[in-house]
Every structure is written in structure tokens, then in C-alpha cells.
């Protein structure tokens, strides 16, 4: 039988809920250890999108039972000529052809929004591992066509095992080359006099990060975009903790960072942004904020246990200070893209 996509609102509760139900069993079996979506933030998603995207987020049936998901994101003030997508299959409905259906879906709506491309990920074995690249995966790239262009590793910090006297030394090393520089940290949204440098720091991520080949544009980040992105945040139940250095003859935050952890899942939080302006580099200005900010952020949130972060498998020097700090490598994906 052919599959039957359901979109899913806020308006059909129980059936949203379906959703979330497959999201995470599908994620315990293909990334053990993975945390669960909060049904806190899962709820705010289907009403409040991502500042400046549309979301749209389909059940799949498959004789009449739950089979799968289908989850988009479409840009709607930059990238809008890609379309991002993300499918599972839940686990006990694997093997019948749901996968390829939400794949050519996915394609069809692209389509249908007159988009150039679109984009899905999926996981891959580690780089260095043994472990064999899931050929379910592979096959079905190459049966639409699409190409393999950017691999990212998912790492995680056991907050158990940081080793104190290790980031000591780190940060003692990095205050030696950052003279001229002031250590600023807030929790919540960003204070008012720093919120345009976080705007211009946000916004200019993907020219500095590495992309391979993933065609993408740098996003549109005023400040209203960030206040408005710290109001999806917080209904959400996500509690940012962030560190900034401030170059003190200009006044400027030119180095920011930020963990943030989620409300029901209070042994989990996320590594997320860490960037430095260009022209500021060359002071171990990451390394002092991250190592700063790992510690204000346990202050406020002692029940986390656990922190991960994701970093595009080529960017080896962000790579190598969250190893520093004690991130180890838990799963690896990467995305694929399909030009229309």
C-alpha cells in the first residue's frame, strides 16, 4: 500500500504526539545514547518555528499504522532556494519502502515550492571506526542522486570526567595571549549592549565554519532576529548560560559562546555556538570562553551531566579544544544534497 502523509498540528495533540513518539524510538536504535526531544520543546515547535523558517511536519501511515516522520525546514529570509529535510522510520516498520517514500516526498515538495535543492542527513559510522556504513543509507542516496557533502561528528562531555587541573592550564596558557580583552558572561537573553555584536557573530557562522560542499548561504541575523529567537527558545524550556570576550579599547564582543540546557531533560544540555570574529583570532579567545563558560554554565545547571556539541568533521582546530576539555566522540552523520 502506498504510504499516507498526515501533516500534524498542535490543533490534533494526541496524533502530534504519535510523532514525537517515532522521533525518539528511531533515534534510540540508530544513535544509542541519543537524549530524548522534550515534549516541552516538541509542543512549542508545532505553533513558534525558528525565526525566519517554515516548518512543516508530516506522519506517515502505512496501512493505516504509524510508520515514519517527515520533518521540513524551509528558509524564508536566506538560503530560500534550499529545502532542509529529515525523515525516520520507525523501527518495527523498517525493510516495506517507507524510507524511499519519504525521501521522494521530500523532493516533491521542494519542488513544489519552487526550490533548487534540498537536504537530509543521516548517520555514519565514526571517522576511524570499523563500524560499516549503513548500505540502506548509501543505496538510497544514490538511487535520487543525492551527493555526500558535508560530514559532521556528534561529541559528548561526561561532566564526571573533566579534568579541572587540565582546563587550568589551558586557560592560564590562553589569558597570556589575550591581553587587550575582557571576559563577559549573562544567562537568559543577551544584554542590550552586546545584542548587535551577537547579531553580526550569529550571522556570519557558516562563512567561517567549514561546509564542504553543502551549498548554503550565510543567514540574515539582525537584532530583532534575536530577540525573536530568544523568545522560541524560551518556549521552549531551553535555558541558555553564555561567555563573550569583549576587546576592551573598542567595546565590541568580538568572541561568543553559549551552552544551553533543556527543561525535562535535566542531565542533557548542548554545546552550542563558539565563534570569533576574524580579525580578533590568534588570542586563544575560544579556548577562554569555552573552558569559562563550561564552568559558569555547571554553576547554574548542577543536575547536567552530560554536554554535547556537533563540529563538521574538518574543522580540526575547534575539533582539537573540545577534546582538550574531554569531549569524546559519540556518532558521526553526514548530509546530503540533491540539486532539482
Known amino acids: 500500500m502506498t504510504p499516507e502523509f498526515i501533516r500534524i498540528s498542535s490543533a490534533d495533540y494526541p496524533t502530534a504526539l504519535t510523532f514525537l513518539a517515532i522521533t525518539n524510538r528511531a533515534n534510540e536504535v540508530d544513535l544509542p545514547g541519543w537524549p530524548p526531544f522534550p515534549e516541552i520543546a ?63 516526498f521530500s523532493i516533491d515538495r521542494a519542488r513544489e515550492l519552487g526550490r533548487a535543492r534540498v537536504a537530509l542527513n543521516s548517520a555514519i559510522p565514526i571517522p576511524g571506526s570499523d563500524g560499516p556504513e549503513d548500505p540502506a543509507v548509501a543505496a538510497l542516496a544514490a538511487r535520487f542522486g543525492f551527493k555526500a557533502v558535508l560530514p559532521e561528528v556528534h561529541r559528548a562531555l561526561d561532566v564526571a570526567t573533566i579534568d579541572e587541573e587540565a582546563l587550568d592550564r589551558m586557560l592560564a596558557d590562553a589569558w597570556t595571549k589575550a591581553d587587550g580583552y575582557e571576559l563577559v558572561q549573562w544567562s537568559g537573553d543577551v544584554p ?6 551577537v547579531a553580526y557573530l550569529d550571522g556570519r557562522l557558516i562563512e567561517d565554519a567549514p561546509m564542504g560542499d553543502l551549498v548554503i548561504e550565510a543567514m540574515k541575523i539582525d537584532a530583532q532576529r534575536v530577540r525573536d529567537t530568544e523568545a522560541a527558545i524560551k518556549a521552549r524550556g531551553r535555558r541558555p548560560h553564555d561567555s563573550g570576550m569583549v576587546h576592551t579599547e573598542s567595546g565590541r564582543l568580538v568572541c561568543w559562546t553559549s551552552i544551553v540546557a533543556e527543561e525535562g531533560l535535566d542531565w542533557h544540555a548542548w554545546q552550542q555556538i563558539t565563534i570569533v570574529e576574524p580579525q580578533h583570532r590568534g588570542h586563544r579567545l575560544g579556548t577562554i570562553v569555552k573552558i569559562a563558560n563550561l564552568r559558569y554554565f555547571m554553576k547554574a545547571e548542577p543536575k547536567v551531566t552530560e554536554i554535547g556539541t556537533f563540529n563538521a568533521a574538518a574543522n580540526s582546530y575547534m575539533i582539537a579544544i573540545n577534546e582538550d576539555m574531554g569531549f569524546r566522540a559519540r556518532h558521526a552523520f553526514e548530509n546530503w544534497q540533491l540539486e532539482l
Do not use: C, H
Open 42 to 104: 516538541f509542543r512549542a515547535s508545532l505553533d513558534l518555528p525558528w525565526p525566519g523558517n517554515a516548518e512543516e511536519k508530516y506522519l506517515v501511515l502505512l496501512d493505516g499504522e504509524p510508520a515514519g516522520v517527515v520533518d521540513f525546514t524551509i528558509p524564508l529570509l536566506d538560503n530560500v532556494t534550499n529545502f532542509f529535510s529529515t525523515v525516520r522510520t520507525d523501527p518495527a516498520m523498517r525493510g516495506r519502502g517507507v524510507g524511499a517514500a519519504m525521501v521522494q
Open 192 to 197: 542590550e549592549r552586546f545584542v548587535e555584536d
